[in-house]
Each structure stands twice: as structure tokens, then as C-alpha cells.
């Protein structure tokens, strides 16, 4: 039964974790599909948000699949 306690507290630090890194990336204006991502992965990461300045400027944006490909003919 430890085990499965150990693996639900892990799935709820997770999903906080993922939740607050969201929350975090939108206040300090980053990208924050990235951020949740990781923040799920590997919590501590939570902890490098908040030390990270706020970005400046528009909020960065990951490319478009279709961005790179040429669709002239």
C-alpha cells in the first residue's frame, strides 16, 4: 500500500505543480504550454519559474507545424 500512496502523492504534486507552473508562466508573460508541460515532468521546476524575470515584450510563441513548409506549387 506504501507504494500506491507514493505514486498517488506523486500524481498531485504533478498536477499542482503543472497547474501553478501554467499560472506562474502566464504572470510572468512566457510561454506557458511549455511551462505546464515541464512543471508536470519535473515539478522543482516550479521553483526555476518563479527565480526567472518576467519576460519583456510579446509572449513568446512555439512555430506552427505547417509554418516551415512551402505550400506554392
Same mark, same amino acid.
Request: proline share 8%; glycine share 10%.
Given at each position: 500500500?506504501?507504494?500506491? $500512496?507514493?505514486?498517488?502523492? !506523486? %500524481?498531485?504534486?504533478?498536477?499542482?505543480? %503543472?497547474? @501553478? %507552473?501554467?499560472?506562474?508562466?502566464?504572470?510572468?508573460?512566457?510561454?506557458?504550454? @511549455? !511551462?505546464? @508541460? !515541464?512543471?508536470?515532468?519535473? =515539478? #522543482?521546476?516550479? &521553483?526555476? &519559474?518563479?527565480?526567472? #524575470?518576467?519576460?519583456?515584450? #510579446? $509572449? =513568446? $510563441?512555439? #512555430? $506552427? &507545424?505547417? @509554418?516551415?513548409?512551402?505550400?506554392?506549387?
Amino acid at each position: 500500500m506504501d507504494f500506491l $500512496r507514493g505514486i498517488v502523492i !506523486w %500524481g498531485g504534486i504533478a498536477l499542482a505543480s %503543472g497547474i @501553478a %507552473g501554467g499560472l506562474l508562466a502566464g504572470v510572468k508573460n512566457r510561454d506557458y504550454s @511549455a !511551462w505546464i @508541460a !515541464w512543471c508536470f515532468i519535473l =515539478p #522543482p521546476l516550479v &521553483l526555476v &519559474l518563479l527565480v526567472v #524575470p518576467k519576460h519583456q515584450g #510579446p $509572449r =513568446p $510563441r512555439q #512555430p $506552427r &507545424l505547417d @509554418a516551415d513548409e512551402n505550400h506554392s506549387f
